[in-house]
Nanobody, 127 residues
Framework: VQLVESGGGLVQAGESLRLSCAVS????????MGWFRQAPGKEREFVAA????????DYADSVKGRFTISRDDTTNTVTLQMNSLQPDDTAVYYC?????????????????????WGQGTQVTVLA
């Protein structure tokens, strides 16, 4: 199983980035997908999730209206479009795959750390 994130980088506040996570070794259509992030000295936190069908999503309050999660089952990829980035968005972003999980459960990270994880991609937002 591999989850490979890409698209991170260094941007100015107000700019946008698009993260992608390519999944292999899993039946992608049965996986709900999530994005988490971890800033230096802080615990990992939930960012966004989408269910296996693409019909249900959930977002952390801090990113609602700015970030959009989507999935492409033809390429086994989940994407996080991040707009109006702020310095507080600076973190390593991780992709997570959980079989059949509801986005609300991914948001709660329940069970903690379950599923498969990518290696992370760094996002740095300058003020």
């Amino acid at each position: 199983v591999q989850l490979v994130e890409s698209g991170g980088g260094l941007v100015q506040a107000g700019e946008s980035l698009r993260l992608s996570c390519a999944v292999s070794g899993l039946i992608f259509m049965s996986q709900s997908m999530g994005w988490f992030r971890q800033a230096p000295g802080k615990e990992r936190e939930f960012v966004a999730a989408i269910d296996w069908s693409g019909d249900m999503t959930d977002y952390a309050d801090s990113v609602k209206g700015r970030f959009t999660i989507s999935r492409d089952d033809t390429t086994n990829t989940v994407t996080l479009q991040m707009n109006s980035l702020q310095p507080d968005d600076t973190a390593v972003y991780y992709c997570n795959a959980r079989h059949g999980a509801l986005p609300t459960m991914i948001a709660l990270d329940s069970p903690p750390g379950s599923g498969y994880w990518g290696q992370g991609t760094q996002v740095t937002v300058l003020a």
